[in-house]
C-alpha cells in the first residue's frame, strides 16, 4: 500500500535556521512511531547567507547531509572544516557523542538541504565521519549514495537503510530502487511526479509498505530521493535529534489525521 503525505506543518524557525520535519511514520494510516523502522526523520534545512550554528553535541544519531543546493560548511576537532555541496556528501554516526558546528559565510548562496535522522542498530558505538566526493549524477538515472556498513554504497549507516538520489527530466519514466524485504519511502525534493496514480508535488512523500515495484514519472524537471529500509531492524531510540523528547507523538498524528478525513468529508 503507497501512503501520502503532503508538505510538513512542522517547521522550526530559528532566525536564518529554518527546519522542515518530515516524520516518515506519520504517513501510516494509524502511526505508533514517528519514525519507520531505522528512518527517524528527514530534515528540510534551510539556511540563510552568514548563519553559524554553534558547537553543539549529537549522540546515537546517524546523519546523513545531503545538499543539492549551496553550500554548508561544516567543522569539528576530528575532521577540522569540510565543505559539503552538490558534489560531497557527509555522514555523521555520531555513535557515544559527537560535537560539531555548522554555517555559511555571507558571500555563500542561500542553502536548502536534507539532514537525514537514522536509528543504529545499538547505542554508544564508535563515533566517526565520513566525507568525500560523490559520483557526477547522470540524468534519469538512480545513484546509490549510502547503505549498510556491509554493503557496497560509497558511504555507510550503522542500520538496514540504502539513500538514492535522481534527477528526472519532464516525461520520463523509472522505477523506484527495489530490495526483497525493504519497504520504500520517498522524498520530492523539487518538481512534481506521478506515482501510484498519485500527484506528488515539492516537500511531499511516500511510504510504500509492501514488496510492490513501483514506477515513478516526472511531470517537471524533478529531483527525488529514495530510502530502501528494513522495517524489522533492530533500532535504538536514543538520538538526540531523531527521537527527542520534543518530537509530536504518534497520538498527535492520529488526531490530526481524522480531523482532515473529517473536513474533507464535509467539505461543500
Not at 494510516?29 to 528540510?44: F, S
Not at 569540510?82 to 557523542?97: E, K, P, Q, T, W
Not at 566525507?131 to 534519469?140: E, Q, T
Not at 538520489?165 to 530502487?177: M, N, S, Y
Amino acid at each position: 500500500m503507497l501512503f501520502k503525505g503532503e508538505r510538513t506543518f512542522i517547521i522550526r524557525d530559528m532566525g536564518g535556521f529554518v527546519a522542515h520535519v518530515n516524520l516518515p511514520g506519520w504517513l501510516k494510516r494509524t502511526p505508533t512511531d514517528h519514525g519507520h523502522g531505522p528512518l527517524a526523520m528527514v530534515v528540510e534545512s534551510i539556511l540563510h547567507p552568514g548563519r553559524l550554528i554553534a558547537m553543539h553535541e549529537h549522540r546515537n544519531d546517524e546523519i546523513i547531509s545531503w545538499v543539492p543546493d549551496g553550500i554548508m560548511r561544516h567543522e569539528d576537532k576530528t575532521a577540522g572544516r569540510l565543505v559539503i555541496d552538490a558534489s560531497h556528501l557527509m555522514v555523521m554516526n555520531a555513535g557515544r557523542g559527537f560535537w560539531h558546528s555548522e554555517e555559511t559565510l555571507p558571500t555563500d548562496p542561500p542553502l536548502r538541504m536534507l539532514q537525514i535522522l537514522v536509528r543504529p542498530r545499538a547505542i554508544d558505538l564508535e563515533p566517526e565521519v565520513q566525507y568525500g566526493p560523490i559520483p557526477r549524477a547522470a540524468p534519469n538515472r538512480w545513484r546509490h549514495l549510502v547503505g549498510p556498513d556491509d554493503g557496497s554504497a560509497p558511504f555507510h549507516v550503522r542500520n538496514a537503510v540504502d539513500l538514492f538520489d535522481i534527477r528526472l527530466e519532464a516525461g520520463v519514466r523509472a522505477e523506484f530502487p527495489h530490495m526483497q524485504g525493504r519497504d520504500l519511502y520517498f522524498y520530492v525534493f523539487n518538481g512534481s511526479v506521478a506515482v501510484g496514480g498519485q500527484t506528488f508535488t515539492e516537500g511531499e512523500q511516500g511510504l510504500l509498505i509492501s514488496g510492490d515495484r513501483l514506477t515513478v514519472e516526472a511531470m517537471s524537471p524533478s529531483l527525488i530521493v529514495a530510502f530502501l529500509l528494513d522495517p524489522c531492524a533492530p533500532v535504538t531510540r536514543k538520538g538526540t535529534v531523531g527521537d527527542h523528547r520534543r518530537t509530536p507523538s504518534p497520538f498527535l498524528a492520529r488526531v490530526l489525521k481524522t480531523w482532515v478525513r473529517l473536513r474533507r468529508l464535509w467539505r461543500p
